[in-house]
C-alpha cells in the first residue's frame, strides 16, 4: 500500500492533491479496480490485496490510505432500512457506513476551498441521497470489523476464532451492542445457556425492543425448557414484528419444495417488495418464474440477482445460469 501511494500515484496525488488523487486512485474504474465483494471482511492491506471487499472493508481502507496522507476522516453509518442476509442457518442483519475526508483547517478557515470535505459511499447515489447520517467513532468501527470477523467465523462453525473476536469487539466498544448479540449465539451453539441468557438480557436492559436479541434469547428459553418464558418472548416478539426477516422466503422456499411455483412467486414477490437489492430473493423468484415456463421474467430478476450479487462467487454463478438461459431461448 505505502508502494502503491508513494510511487503508483505520487504524480497524481501532486497533482490533483491528497484529497482528490486519493479518490480518483482508488475509486476511477480505469485506476485501481476495486470490486465490491462481501465474501469476508478484510482489513485495509487485504482489501488493497484482493482488490475488493464490502463496504467495510473499502472504508477500512480508504481511511488507512487518508491517514497516511494527513487527512482527518470522519466515519457515518447510514441509517437505511434494515435489510439481512443469510448463511446457512444464521441471519444477519447488514448495515452500512461510509467515510468523509475532512480538509484540515485553521479555526473557521478551510486550508484549500478545492479540497472541501467529500463524503465517498459504495452504494449508487440514489440509495444515499437523503439518508440521516449518524458520526460514529472510529473505535466503533473497529468493533464492526471484529464483530463481522466473529459472525464470519460463526457461519463456518469456528466458534473459538468467533468468540475471541466477540469479546474482542466488546472490549474496543462496550456500546456497540451487537457483538453481544453475537456472543449470545455464540454461546448459545456451544451450549453456554446461562452465558448467552445473561449477555442477551444486558442488551434487551438497554433495548427491550430489539427484535433480533428477543428472537434469539427466545431460543436459549426453549433450549432451557423455560418453554412459558420463550412462549411469551415469542409472542411477544410476533407483535413488534408479525413478518420476520425471511418469512415468506422460507415459505417460499416449502412452496418450491413441493412444487407449488404459483404460490413460490407470490412468496418471493413478498420478499422483494421488502427488500428489492437482496440477490437470492431475485434468484429464487427468477427459479419460481422457471417453473412457470416465464423465461422472460425469469431472465430479468436474474439478472438482478447478479447485478445485486455480495460476492465474486455468486456472481459468476448467475451470470453462468443467465448465460444458459439466453441459450436456450436461441435455441
Known sequence: MKRYMSVEIAGQLRAKGPQRGLIDALYDKSQLKLDYDAEITRNASQTFSARAGNCLSLVIMTAAFAKELGLPVRYQRVLVAEAFSRSGDFYFSNSHINLTLVTP????????????????????????VGRRLRVISEETVVAMYMNNRAAESLARGQLSDAYWWARAAIERDPKFLSSY??????????????????????????????TQVMSNLALVFNDEGRVAEAYTLTRKLERLQPYPPFHFFNLGMEAMRKGDFKTAKSLFTNEVHRDAYYHEFHF?????????????????????????????????????????????GRQ
Open 105 to 128: 483547517a485553521i479555526g473557521d478557515r478551510i486550508l484549500n476551498a478545492e479540497n472541501a470535505p467529500i463524503t465517498i459511499d459504495f452504494l449508487p447515489p440514489e440509495d444515499v
Open 181 to 210: 448479540n453475537t456472543l449470545g449465539i455464540i454461546y448459545r451453539d456451544h451450549g453456554n445457556l446461562h452465558e448467552a441468557e445473561h449477555v442477551l438480557h444486558h442488551v434487551l436492559e438497554l433495548e427491550p425492543e430489539n
Open 284 to 328: 429464487w423468484l427468477a427459479a419460481a418464474c422457471l417453473g412457470l415456463g416465464e423465461i422472460d421474467e425469469a431472465r430479468a430478476h436474474l439478472k438482478l440477482a447478479m447485478e445485486n450479487s455480495l460476492t465474486r462467487k455468486e456472481h459468476a454463478l448467475y451470470a453462468a445460469k443467465l448465460d444458459r438461459i439466453k441459450l436456450s
